[in-house]
């Protein structure tokens, strides 16, 4: 199998060494994994194109690759520039350093790539680490993933149906804020959402004089959603897998804001 993976964490993050051991495992030992991702970190920027500008791209080896560009960005240089003698069979992004639970999918860039690799027609996995109590002051902060990642992948690519048009499927997975032993298993669940929760900016004066604004948000590794949806299985030690779809649309709204039509 040939795998090409990315990240928003940037080419020099951890959790991309995960990531990188997790497809060798799955690519096997006649498999070969890609590598093409931020230059430096790109958090936040979700399904970002430079579509205004052009960026760099740098080659490291004969298989890696750092662009100074998003991680969607990161996709498409390695698709269409790089790997443009055979693509990939599966695009992998991760692991990220933090969850990418509920709200969190939306801002994501390590979403973004797999949502950017899904639309080129790829079978694609996002791929992220709670923090918390319960693995944050580990040596391995990310050995529930490290442990479990590869299982997780060959469960979705073993159940996931063949799609030939249309908005594909791909799959957002985050492991749970605990030890690798505490895992407690894998759990199917939709993207949820934590009420009273949001960014918002904070005033910084520079010594210049010149005023900046941080952003800011609020406890977001703590607050639980819908008790079956992906944050709060994952704060309970179970691996969340929700399948997703770049389409927007609201389907049942299509039936029940009818009046609007003439």
């Not at 590598?35 to 579509?51: M, R, W």
């Not at 149906?161 to 985050?174: C, D, I, Q, T």
Request: a negative charge; one cysteine or more.
């Amino acid at each position: 199998m040939r795998i090409l993976i990315t990240n928003d964490d940037g080419i020099n993050a951890p959790g991309l060494k995960v990531l990188k051991a997790i497809a060798e495992e799955i690519a096997g030992p006649t498999g070969e994994v890609w590598t093409c991702a931020p230059a430096f970190e790109q958090s936040g920027v979700g399904h970002c194109i430079s579509y205004t500008h052009p960026f760099m791209v740098g080659k490291m080896d004969d298989r890696t690759f750092a662009a100074e560009g998003s991680p969607a960005d990161c996709v498409l240089a390695a698709l269409h520039d790089a790997m443009t003698a055979a693509p990939p069979d599966l695009v992998l992004s991760g692991v990220n350093r933090g969850n990418n639970s509920a709200e969190n999918t939306l801002y994501s860039g390590t979403i973004g790539a797999a949502m950017e690799a899904a639309l080129q027609g790829l079978p694609a996995v996002a791929l992220s680490q709670y923090y918390g109590p319960g693995n944050r002051d580990l040596e391995d902060p990310f050995e529930a993933s490290a442990q479990h990642g590869a299982e997780v992948v060959r469960r979705i690519l073993d159940n996931s149906p063949a799609e030939k048009e249309g908005y594909r499927l791909f799959f957002n997975v985050n492991f749970p804020p605990v030890a690798a032993k505490d895992v407690k298993g894998i759990r199917l669940a939709p993207q949820g959402f934590r009420e009273g929760l949001g960014f918002h900016t904070q005033p910084h004066l520079a010594p210049s004089g010149r005023r900046f604004l941080w952003i800011t948000g609020g406890d977001q590794q703590k607050r639980k959603t819908a008790a079956d949806a992906d944050a709060a299985v994952n704060l309970e030690g179970y691996i969340s897998v929700t399948p997703m779809r770049a389409d927007l649309t609201d389907h049942s709204a299509l039936s029940t804001l009818k009046g609007i039509s003439r």
